[in-house]
């Protein structure tokens, strides 16, 4: 454990095996490859790389999740999302083609093709590898030296780390292709480097930090378009911060964020001149099968009552009932708040949550179809997880500390079943995760794992193998982390 600006860091070690351990665990599960919002991110990966084209014309028949438009050369289709992700996706795609010397037109494209599932469950895979499961990673080594760095304690910081990575859905959406998991990773990164580059005199001038988080909003942006509002409330975070730096700092600073944001976010631009020859159209605006995205700005209208509170308590979809130790994480925002040397951090905390809640409680598809939880309000969990650093650090006795750990422990069992199951619940379900993941799925050994996807394996076996890397991960993690917390008290 060391101290820089007399905030405590966590060991090194210790954000070393939590790395290893989010990235394995998010990498170990798969997601199913035709799911119309995987498979459409996929198929512009793949029209992009080997025909250099933005149409998914041959593989539309095979997802809803399109948009058509009309042009002089016929009607085409293009997928209906913002390009982020399939971006990050086309040079893993590249990449497993050069290297197994195939592409997708050595497959006969009928969604009953085995042939066909295999050829894109190992291109998904590989890209949730190198993309989603890296930033969740990498997020959560942040949030746990952003835990330890406001609290002071390395435990503090990691139970912070665990209920967002592995005590909520953001591990189950981190094995697929869509943009919550990755923009949740941004934005909390974005958070991570102003806080950090604003924390000290050695640190208030260092380029870095402005870079990191300019490139991680303005890359939020790309993935997902409503990642703006609560990259707006993080950039006036950023200019309360750094109000009492000298001013020709802070204008070199800024210059540095908002160049890189801007920066971060011409792919997406780039990506519409390509596809629809204009930077200011988007797929969305033809998006077929969906009525509801004409209503209000593509399906977004006013906040709903009814909805928020389906959004967080509701059993279809309710947040409570896949992360219910984030109770805890509210009420250590709240305790941020009260508290003067955290109260600005707390007040981006909450906002952040709330307008990720508004819009997804203003959202035509606000329960995001065949989903597990409220996946378009995934981007608000690191934020709420952010909470649990400081709720940790204020429990006084073992009971306290035991009942906490309990709750995190639930968390994260209730998460693993899911992840290793199926993220995409039906719609209709009334309790999915009980009703589908536990009894329907887990219950009959119907797993996703690396070795029974791809090894052969019987599900049980991948399954194990999985416990008997990541329960000895976890217990050093824990043990380091408790010893250091005996040394800072000494």
């Not at 912070?160 to 869509?178: E, K, N, P, Q």
């Not at 099968?289 to 700005?297: C, S």
């Amino acid at each position: 454990m060391t101290k820089q600006d007399g905030i405590v860091r966590g060991p090194h070690g210790v954000a070393l095996l939590l790395f290893a351990l989010v990235w394995l665990s998010c990498v170990w599960f798969g997601s199913f490859e035709l799911n119309p919002n995987n498979a459409t991110r996929l198929f512009g990966a793949l029209s992009l790389v080997e025909r250099g084209e933005a149409t998914i014309d041959r593989y539309q028949t095979l997802t809803i999740d399109k948009a058509q438009f009309t042009r002089k050369s016929g009607v085409h289709y293009y997928m209906d999302k913002a390009p982020g992700v399939t971006l990050m996706a086309a040079p893993v795609v590249w990449a497993t083609n050069w290297i197994t010397g195939g592409n997708s037109y050595d497959q006969v494209i009928d969604i009953t093709n085995p042939k066909l599932a295999d050829f894109l469950r190992l291109r998904l895979g590989l890209a949730v590898a190198f993309g989603a499961a890296l930033l969740t990673a990498f997020a959560a080594v942040l949030l746990l030296d952003l835990g330890t760095g406001i609290t002071g304690s390395p435990a503090a910081g990691l139970f912070a780390a665990l209920g967002y990575a592995l005590g909520s859905i953001v591990w189950g959406w981190s094995t697929t292709l869509f943009g919550h998991a990755p923009v949740a990773a941004l934005l909390l990164m974005a958070t991570w480097a102003i806080w950090r580059g604003t924390s000290g005199d050695r640190e208030i001038g260092r380029w870095r930090y402005p870079l990191m988080a300019g490139a991680a909003l303005g890359w939020a942006v790309a993935i997902e378009f409503p990642s703006a509002l609560g990259g707006i409330a993080i950039g006036l975070w950023a200019l309360w911060r750094s109000r009492e730096a000298a001013w020709p700092m802070r204008r070199r600073l800024y210059l540095i964020a908002v160049g890189t944001a801007l920066v971060a976010v011409l792919p997406l631009a780039a990506y519409n001149q390509f596809a629809f020859g204009t930077p200011f159209m988007t797929g969305y605006q033809g998006v077929v099968g969906f009525g509801g995205m004409n209503e209000g700005l593509f399906g977004l209208t006013y906040p709903k009552p009814a909805v928020l509170w389906e959004i967080l308590f509701g059993t279809r979809r309710g947040m409570l009932w896949v992360a219910p130790v984030l109770v805890l994480g509210a009420l250590g925002v709240s305790r941020m708040i009260r508290a003067p040397a955290t109260r600005d951090l707390g007040v981006l905390a909450l906002s952040v949550i709330l307008i990720v809640l508004a819009v997804n409680a203003s959202y035509a598809y606000w329960d995001g179809g065949a989903s597990v939880g409220p996946r378009h309000s995934v981007p608000a969990i690191p934020f709420l997880a952010l909470g649990l650093a400081p709720f940790w650090a204020s429990l006084r006795g073992m009971g306290a500390k035991v009942a906490a750990a309990a709750l995190l422990g639930a968390s994260m069992l209730l998460n693993l079943v899911v992840a290793a199951t199926d993220i995409f619940a039906p719609e209709t379900m009334i309790t999915p995760v009980w009703t589908r993941n536990f009894v329907g799925l887990f219950a009959h050994a119907k797993l996703n794992t690396v070795p029974n996807l791809y090894w052969g394996w019987q599900p049980w076996w991948g399954f194990a193998l999985y416990l008997d890397i990541a329960l000895p991960l976890l217990g050093l993690m824990l043990w380091w982390t408790r010893r250091a917390d005996r040394l800072r008290s000494e």
